[in-house]
């Protein structure tokens, strides 16, 4: 058992965290603010010049070989700068996915998303499929020696900028079988293909997508026909132990900010901090924060487990604790800000709408709580 | 011993449920539907609606065009309302500043104010807080200089809900700063918001709304006829509005409201296995706990209610921090309820200002758009209005009798 | 709508609250743990004197005709001042068994139940039978002209001081089935009947009861053979309204307790009651309470709804909501007080006791919550 | 980064595990499993059974009989007992009084006492706290006065825990009454407890036991060389004692042996419909939820120990605050699942002290005898070492660096 980051970790964290620092923050809200596809084009070329576009690759494929323990670094560093640019949706997820299915195609890819000029993108949600993954409408028929692909596709992180779009769709079973789901690579020019931006609460932007009828060649299937499910679950528990870490950072950033602005605002002739309910509120919020991080760290090391179920028992359990230690310390945050906590002027606001956006991203507590109970409890303690 | 509601009260529930389901426009309840809110001209015109059925201002006296009601047909009128859901009639206008200036206004100011503040003509907003005060309202220093047969204003109030609607603001101003405490020369002033010098600025609230603003006063002249009641005696009149009508604030009908809402979605939302959310067992516990804390709530509400009809009195009921407090928390566990019915459906930011005309949400993409807004706008209800810290402390003090200053 | 207590009301509010504050408290649960079959002498007497043993029963029967209401002002009372002597079991419960199935013999009963005289018990909880009503295995068959009853019956309250033993026991259908559960008249001295009385962890003495092919008399029948499950229901559920009224009156005195603990005692140079923490989680316990009135009132106004199923969720919703409120108050009230709190010392600990075992008696949240769900939850809501 | 245990903590942990299995009584097991329980002769027993396998005392030097093994290898032990469930090693003698000794004794006292320390052949209980100080420890007045080469002790202890048992106790006595703090003047004792003047009065505690004491010294001699360390300077070695060896403190092992008895009893217990209470929604998710729980605090009580590996000091880590707090919580929370799990089953009183004699339980009455008297006996855990009030103080002056008094 050992806990401690390497050399390179800690560079890599020292690294992120000022990068974070200088760019982020609420200059970085105001920023993606005046984008149009959510990437902020000087911020993006930071990452790349630090290596973290490239960093959840495999050396041999032209990455940094970064695994869930940097990633985990990196999320967590994000999260306390509330940085909006979408590395989790653009470099990250189609990236397990990719690496997962079809290693040769991610191989190429590799040199040009690290160098920041292609954006990837997975284009997976369906509305109104809320959190069941399976469930996929869009449709594949073969066609010739292609395919036809119709459907729509909701809340496409990265979408918006993405020049390499990735889209899950149906070539077999019924709507929320595993079996029958495959990946297409959709150029984004591709005819019938459209796509809309929008932002969400949390300032990330994101897309939807059209597809209508839209012609691909044979080459376009990622992956073997209709297996894609495993790898497709395996990306969405890669992304979500990312946001895990991300939560950590983020009511992190919201502790601090609460301490701080309760020692300095005075009230009823004093400060805020001499109120004992505060100062224990604060306190709570450190136990949840620290209770995250604990589980953001072994959702980060169950990436690596042999065992599919052990795997998905901890990403479930991990995402039901940082959801859960959100929702307190974001909530209790805004609450002892007061006022000026349900407005846009503080960075408090703006991260107490990411962690509410986190608490339900890849799904919520409910969720994962169903998934775990699913597949017994943790040490399958509760199953047959 | 009753706890249900009599035949006449029932009588009186169902004409009020008729009245809003044949008067209530359409737009009204498919925008509120869609987005749990209301905009500005919907609330002018359905408070127009009820006051031509002289339903405008269910508590004011006969006398000044309330309809006579008892206490509890005002609490079944209220809820009704929230439940629907339809524009509650404008709390500034109605339980605020109406009942200030039928109780202590001169004659003049009733005949020319109370009619435009029931039919909403005149949208009153309230000028209470200062940065820098929070909840210690009586830190306030926007200061009101005589001269002549007027009041110069200058200074600045903070969170003024809806001041870019607004016709008027009543403001508490500092006309006497040397008085020896702070409660004491302060007085209670008609602002018409016309009036040059004023300048309201948007503050942008978390669920990305323009709601609440800051105005800033710059020798801004009011005439002293609108000075309501004595000078200096204006925290009285604060503390009287402030304490008046305290028995709908738990607001049940609003999470009822909610939390029908959430049960529809989950009857249509997929869980895995082809199941739906409400058959989820962990969704159904939340929503069965939430159920017996409303009813709960609601016979917490009925029985001060009750008390105060039996022993009125001037005083505001410290029980009713009760309402206020479980209140605020569960209005904000039904809109989580709702949220997380909601789920992904709720995540794309609509925008009802319209600022951002470039931020179009696709048709169809969501079918739960205002889920997330209505959560975000619930944070606030355990910070206004008395926050839950401050309740717990009147409970402490004024009925568990500690004397200590926490 | 009106919660206003009629005259007679508020004198039997008054006579009941004299009577307890006379005699119950730590004097009580001296008093209680000096008899060997849970009930005092004296007091029982003093019940019988002030009309409380009869209160329940109609008047014509010879009772005084007290209905929900008049239970409910009497229960609250006796959770206030702690009362151990078996009331609910050893005249409510069994009564309302006997009005529902047999009015008849109820009022040849009821003077002597109103005297003191005669103290009934119902025995109907089985060993493992958790809070499943119809989990009787104790079995009756017919036997020439009569019954032969073997079993064995568990927790009987006032079962170690009654003197007409009310038997639950199956004759006809499978182990958890609702038809075919029957009750008899069993006399004390049975041949075959053996009973051992016992404590529980509250200070009340119950009893277990064991049956051994115990001979009865057709006429030991009460109500129809096989129909007894809805009357044992609705006896149930009175007594459960009796105990959540119970739970308000013991709650509210550990938030008094409390209250006058933290003003008095001395703590790092000051009273206890100087920190701000103390005081709000005193101000919850209030909330706790006074929410915990309101159901009680519900449940209590519900047990004379026509419709079973509306009757079953008022109950199931009031306790649910009294079992939460009496777990925060009597855990913060015991948490407050800090050493002395868990001790045998002050009334508290014992009230904990109490209202930790009402919890659970007649079923514990999670049952009563489970029962709403069938239900549909209220207002059938979550229905079909 | 590796959360896992290493092989040869793996081996370590099997290797207890295995030890446990074959060596604890079982007897011992048995009444454990029936009452979550343990009589003073057991714990005797089962403690010269580890002294002989070398392992009664896991973090001592090994110059004084201390195993040599890691932070790691002493939790992975403290845990193996705690789930097994199996007595953990007193902690008057192993934790507190010990270590105190061999850091602050002489060598006579370490030759004299550490051996029957370690085999329990000697019994301590712990004389801190008194009437009327509270958590407020130093405010102690139990007096200590020289009168040749004795001290000669008046005054009272109270929550003396095992004392009835006890052989020993080691006390904090006032000194100098006169020293200008009351933390100074205060001094460190070794009593025994069979000298004339110590009357040991039981207190009984709301799960119906005998564990903890008043005790009364009227005129006790205490030999001079009983004193530990220098006179006047007690408060600095109860300082040293209370912040040692506090990784432990989340005892995990405790409530995931709850849960483990729960999730047995819900196995077989009934709910309506012909299932067991294992498929009730409400208890799954319970359940399921407290398992995050647990897994969260185990991995933050290692992180901590990780980081007190790396980085040793002296000072107490304060982050172990969150140890005790959420330790606690969870403790109470398991033990509160394994009475709701055992329902009626618990209800009957089953007296280990057998003080009452005729409160005798018919056999088979009951399954889950000892499920409430584990929830009342879990109560104290946020009560004792360090309420769970000043848990939170402790974080918010010494990691948030809140400097107001509260």
Redesign the interface.
Same mark, same amino acid.
């Given at each position: 058992?050992?806990?401690?980051?390497?050399d390179e970790?800690a560079l890599l964290s020292d690294a992120v965290t000022r990068f974070v620092s200088d760019r982020y923050g609420l200059a970085g809200v105001r920023s993606a603010a005046e984008t149009?596809d959510g990437v902020t084009a000087a911020n993006w070329q930071g990452m790349a010049d630090m290596g973290l576009l490239g960093m959840p690759f495999p050396e041999q494929a032209g990455g940094f070989g970064g695994g869930p323990?940097e990633t985990q670094i990196v999320m967590e560093a994000f999260g306390r700068g509330h940085v909006l640019d979408p590395w989790v949706g653009g470099v990250l997820l189609p990236g397990a996915l990719l690496s997962a299915l079809d290693p040769a195609r991610l191989t190429e890819l590799v040199p040009d998303v690290a160098t920041g000029d292609l954006v990837l993108a997975l284009a997976h949600?369906e509305?109104?499929?809320?959190?069941?993954t399976a469930?996929v409408v869009t449709n594949a028929r073969r066609c010739g020696n292609g395919w036809r692909l119709s459907g729509?596709k909701?809340?496409v992180l990265a979408g918006a900028a993405a020049n390499r779009l990735f889209v899950t769709a149906r070539t077999a079973g019924a709507e =929320?079988d595993e079996d029958g789901i495959s990946v297409f690579e959709v150029p984004v020019d591709a005819p019938g293909l459209s796509r809309?931006a929008?932002?969400?609460?949390d300032g990330q932007t994101?897309a939807?997508l059209?597809l209508d009828d839209v012609s691909l060649p044979d080459g376009a299937l990622v992956g073997d026909e209709g297996e894609a499910f495993s790898a497709l679950e395996l990306a969405l528990d890669t992304a979500t132990a990312a946001i895990c870490a991300e939560a950590v950072g983020a009511t992190e950033t919201m502790?601090h900010a609460t301490?701080d602005y309760?020692?300095t605002?005075?009230?009823?002739?004093g400060?805020l901090?001499?109120?004992?309910?505060?100062?224990?509120r604060?306190?709570?919020m450190?136990?949840a924060v620290?209770? =995250?991080?604990?589980?953001a760290?072994?959702a980060a090391?169950s990436l690596g487990l042999e065992d599919r179920d052990e795997r998905r028992r901890a990403i479930s =359990?991990a995402k039901?604790?940082c959801a859960e230690s959100a929702r307190f310390a974001g909530?209790n945050a805004?609450?002892m800000h007061?006022?000026i906590?349900?407005?846009?002027?503080l960075l408090v606001?703006h991260l107490?709408?990411r962690t509410?956006?986190i608490e339900?991203?890849f799904g919520?507590a409910?969720?994962h709580? =169903?998934?775990?109970?699913?597949l017994g409890?943790?040490d399958n303690?509760?199953g047959e | 011993m009753e706890l249900s509601f009599s035949p006449d009260e029932l009588a009186f529930r169902a004409e009020v449920r008729a009245f809003i389901r044949d008067n209530l426009p359409e737009d009204i309840r498919a925008f509120a539907h869609r987005s749990g809110y209301y905009k500005a001209d919907q609330v002018r015109r359905w408070q127009k609606i009820l006051d031509s059925r002289g339903w405008a201002a269910g508590h004011w006296p006969v006398e000044f065009g309330g309809p006579g009601w008892t206490a509890v047909q005002r609490y079944i009128f209220n809820e009704e309302l929230l439940r629907a859901p339809a524009p509650e009639p404008l709390s500034f206008n109605i339980n605020m500043v109406g009942p200030v200036i039928y109780t202590f206004g001169t004659e003049e100011q009733k005949s020319r104010f109370l009619p435009k503040i029931r039919s909403l003509d005149w949208w009153f907003c309230q000028g209470f807080s200062e940065p820098g005060a929070g909840s210690d309202l009586a830190a306030l220093k926007t200061s009101a200089v005589t001269d002549g047969d007027s009041y110069v204003i200058n200074g600045q109030k903070i969170w003024t809900s809806t001041a870019q609607h607004a016709d008027w603001m009543f403001a508490l101003v500092r006309t006497d700063p040397k008085a020896p405490k702070k409660q004491m020369g302060i007085s209670f002033l008609l602002i018409d918001m016309n009036t040059p010098g004023i300048d309201v600025r948007p503050i942008v609230t978390i669920d990305g709304e323009h709601h609440t603003n800051e105005v800033f006063f710059d020798n801004v002249r009011v005439p002293a006829e609108n000075l309501i009641g004595e000078e200096n005696k204006g925290w009285d009149y604060a503390k009287f509005l402030l304490g008046s009508e305290r028995t709908g604030i738990a607001r049940v009908g609003l999470s009822k409201g909610r939390m029908d809402r959430a049960l529809e979605l989950a009857r249509v939302a997929p869980v895995y296995g082809g199941a739906r959310l409400i058959e989820d067992p962990g969704f159904r516990q939340r929503a069965l706990k939430l159920q017996v804390e409303l009813k709960a709530l609601e016979i917490s509400a009925l029985r001060i209610i009750d008390r105060q009809r039996r022993n009125p009195s001037d005083k505001p009921d410290a029980a009713s921090s009760i309402l206020k407090l479980r209140g605020a928390e569960t209005q904000q566990a039904s809109a989580e309820l709702l949220a997380d019915a909601a789920g992904p459906s709720a995540a794309p930011f609509f925008d009802f200002r319209e600022m951002f005309s470039d931020n179009e949400v696709p048709q169809g993409v969501a079918r739960a758009d205002g889920a997330m807004r209505v959560h975000f706008a619930a944070r606030p209800a355990t910070i206004y209005g008395g926050a839950s810290e401050v309740q717990k402390n009147i409970i402490a003090k004024a009925i568990l009798g500690f004397k200590d200053k926490p």
């Amino acid at each position: 058992m050992n806990f401690e980051y390497s050399d390179e970790q800690a560079l890599l964290s020292d690294a992120v965290t000022r990068f974070v620092s200088d760019r982020y923050g609420l200059a970085g809200v105001r920023s993606a603010a005046e984008t149009k596809d959510g990437v902020t084009a000087a911020n993006w070329q930071g990452m790349a010049d630090m290596g973290l576009l490239g960093m959840p690759f495999p050396e041999q494929a032209g990455g940094f070989g970064g695994g869930p323990v940097e990633t985990q670094i990196v999320m967590e560093a994000f999260g306390r700068g509330h940085v909006l640019d979408p590395w989790v949706g653009g470099v990250l997820l189609p990236g397990a996915l990719l690496s997962a299915l079809d290693p040769a195609r991610l191989t190429e890819l590799v040199p040009d998303v690290a160098t920041g000029d292609l954006v990837l993108a997975l284009a997976h949600e369906e509305d109104g499929a809320r959190y069941v993954t399976a469930q996929v409408v869009t449709n594949a028929r073969r066609c010739g020696n292609g395919w036809r692909l119709s459907g729509r596709k909701v809340n496409v992180l990265a979408g918006a900028a993405a020049n390499r779009l990735f889209v899950t769709a149906r070539t077999a079973g019924a709507e =929320a079988d595993e079996d029958g789901i495959s990946v297409f690579e959709v150029p984004v020019d591709a005819p019938g293909l459209s796509r809309t931006a929008y932002r969400q609460y949390d300032g990330q932007t994101v897309a939807a997508l059209t597809l209508d009828d839209v012609s691909l060649p044979d080459g376009a299937l990622v992956g073997d026909e209709g297996e894609a499910f495993s790898a497709l679950e395996l990306a969405l528990d890669t992304a979500t132990a990312a946001i895990c870490a991300e939560a950590v950072g983020a009511t992190e950033t919201m502790l601090h900010a609460t301490v701080d602005y309760l020692k300095t605002r005075q009230q009823f002739g004093g400060p805020l901090s001499r109120f004992q309910v505060l100062q224990h509120r604060c306190a709570e919020m450190y136990v949840a924060v620290e209770q =995250a991080r604990s589980m953001a760290l072994y959702a980060a090391v169950s990436l690596g487990l042999e065992d599919r179920d052990e795997r998905r028992r901890a990403i479930s =359990a991990a995402k039901v604790q940082c959801a859960e230690s959100a929702r307190f310390a974001g909530q209790n945050a805004v609450q002892m800000h007061g006022g000026i906590g349900v407005t846009d002027e503080l960075l408090v606001g703006h991260l107490f709408r990411r962690t509410t956006m986190i608490e339900r991203q890849f799904g919520d507590a409910g969720h994962h709580l =169903a998934r775990l109970d699913r597949l017994g409890g943790l040490d399958n303690q509760m199953g047959e | 011993m009753e706890l249900s509601f009599s035949p006449d009260e029932l009588a009186f529930r169902a004409e009020v449920r008729a009245f809003i389901r044949d008067n209530l426009p359409e737009d009204i309840r498919a925008f509120a539907h869609r987005s749990g809110y209301y905009k500005a001209d919907q609330v002018r015109r359905w408070q127009k609606i009820l006051d031509s059925r002289g339903w405008a201002a269910g508590h004011w006296p006969v006398e000044f065009g309330g309809p006579g009601w008892t206490a509890v047909q005002r609490y079944i009128f209220n809820e009704e309302l929230l439940r629907a859901p339809a524009p509650e009639p404008l709390s500034f206008n109605i339980n605020m500043v109406g009942p200030v200036i039928y109780t202590f206004g001169t004659e003049e100011q009733k005949s020319r104010f109370l009619p435009k503040i029931r039919s909403l003509d005149w949208w009153f907003c309230q000028g209470f807080s200062e940065p820098g005060a929070g909840s210690d309202l009586a830190a306030l220093k926007t200061s009101a200089v005589t001269d002549g047969d007027s009041y110069v204003i200058n200074g600045q109030k903070i969170w003024t809900s809806t001041a870019q609607h607004a016709d008027w603001m009543f403001a508490l101003v500092r006309t006497d700063p040397k008085a020896p405490k702070k409660q004491m020369g302060i007085s209670f002033l008609l602002i018409d918001m016309n009036t040059p010098g004023i300048d309201v600025r948007p503050i942008v609230t978390i669920d990305g709304e323009h709601h609440t603003n800051e105005v800033f006063f710059d020798n801004v002249r009011v005439p002293a006829e609108n000075l309501i009641g004595e000078e200096n005696k204006g925290w009285d009149y604060a503390k009287f509005l402030l304490g008046s009508e305290r028995t709908g604030i738990a607001r049940v009908g609003l999470s009822k409201g909610r939390m029908d809402r959430a049960l529809e979605l989950a009857r249509v939302a997929p869980v895995y296995g082809g199941a739906r959310l409400i058959e989820d067992p962990g969704f159904r516990q939340r929503a069965l706990k939430l159920q017996v804390e409303l009813k709960a709530l609601e016979i917490s509400a009925l029985r001060i209610i009750d008390r105060q009809r039996r022993n009125p009195s001037d005083k505001p009921d410290a029980a009713s921090s009760i309402l206020k407090l479980r209140g605020a928390e569960t209005q904000q566990a039904s809109a989580e309820l709702l949220a997380d019915a909601a789920g992904p459906s709720a995540a794309p930011f609509f925008d009802f200002r319209e600022m951002f005309s470039d931020n179009e949400v696709p048709q169809g993409v969501a079918r739960a758009d205002g889920a997330m807004r209505v959560h975000f706008a619930a944070r606030p209800a355990t910070i206004y209005g008395g926050a839950s810290e401050v309740q717990k402390n009147i409970i402490a003090k004024a009925i568990l009798g500690f004397k200590d200053k926490p």
